[in-house]
């Protein structure tokens, strides 16, 4: 009885691997050199899709920033959208960080008077504290940390503009596959 247990949950795996190749392959086409993919922070949601971020190499075969991607399962089927500018809220809502973008969008036109922070998604976008401080770390990405409940909060900044604050959030994405909002420092999430 046991061994037939991890025979059908070696099966059940391998099936989820089929899924994600399947799903990897729908992204892939969404790119200017699909069969250049990489893949970043791949995980599933509790419906069924599958959230991660993506690049692939351009015409000039230098690879592109990384984007965030969610494969929405509907009926057997997967819905794909991927993240053109960085700010998608369909995304966010499936894969984390809805309520952060809200609050940022609702604050995006008042003035920053203490500067802009970059704001690192909390969840499986983020990982291990201490595994995402050093991979910023590793690429030359000052940040601190911030409880707020309890739960660390990874920060960059503030920048004195929120030009600067975007082109860092840039960076992260680009280098890391790391998803993350602009805000006001110090503004009330």
């Known amino acids: 009885m046991r061994k037939l247990a991890v025979v059908m949950a070696v099966l059940a795996l391998a099936g989820c691997d089929n899924e994600v190749e399947g799903v990897h392959k729908q992204v892939a086409e969404h790119l200017q050199n699909p069969k250049t993919a990489k893949f970043a922070n791949v995980r599933f949601d509790t419906q069924g899709s599958i959230c ?3 690049r692939g190499k351009d015409d000039a075969g230098q690879f592109e920033p990384y984007r965030s991607y969610v494969a929405i399962k509907h009926d057997g089927q997967y819905e794909i959208l991927i993240d053109q ?3 998608n809220l369909r995304i966010r809502e499936v894969c984390g960080g809805a309520e952060l973008q809200r609050r940022a969008d609702e604050l995006a036109e008042q003035p920053a008077p203490e500067g802009w922070d970059v704001e690192v ?3 499986p976008n983020m990982g291990a504290l201490t595994d995402m401080t050093a ?17 660390p909060v990874v920060l960059m900044g503030p920048f004195p503009s929120k030009a600067e604050a975007e082109a860092r959030k840039a960076e992260v994405m680009g280098k890391l596959g790391t998803d993350s909002i602009v805000i006001q420092h110090g503004a009330k999430r």
């Open 52 to 54: 991660g971020q993506v």
């Open 121 to 123: 998604i909390q969840g």
């Open 135 to 151: 991979r910023l770390i590793e690429k030359g990405i000052p940040s601190s940390v911030e409880y707020r409940e309890g739960k």
């Open 85 to 87: 500018t960085g700010n």
